[in-house]
């Protein structure tokens, strides 16, 4: 089994930072791309930012110049600076790990259970 385990979300002021940290765990042989993603009330589940094995990142066009997504291969860690917050930044924010258990295994995308992002003054 493979666990995701988030960290790093509470409330915050407009303008405000928040990093979000996110730890995998288990049998891991290897991870390929890891990413956030976010789901405010009343909204369906969007990308934020994923970052490949290598390092190289992709945002939602709302978060580029705010945001970075950066990863630690030797933690199986992927972390979301979040600076300029703004309310409309406010939503359950999830993590998420394409895993490979076994050399031989496919990849299988893992979900964390989840962190809330409140930005209000």
């Known amino acids: 089994q493979v666990q995701l385990v988030e960290s790093g979300g509470g409330l915050v002021q407009p303008g405000g930072s928040l990093r979000l940290s996110c730890a995998a765990s288990g049998i891991i042989f290897s991870i390929n791309a890891m990413g956030w993603y976010r789901q405010a009330p009343g909204k369906q589940r969007e990308p934020v930012a994923v970052?490949?094995?290598?390092?190289?990142?992709n945002y939602a066009d709302s978060v580029k110049g705010r945001f970075t997504i950066s990863r630690d291969n030797a933690k199986n860690t992927v972390y979301l600076q979040m600076n300029s917050l703004k309310p409309e930044d406010t939503a359950v924010y999830y993590c998420n790990a394409d895993v490979r258990r076994l050399p031989t295994s496919l990849g299988r995308v893992y979900w964390g259970q989840g962190t809330q992002v409140t930005v209000s003054s």
């Open positions: 970052i490949t094995s290598g390092g190289s990142p």
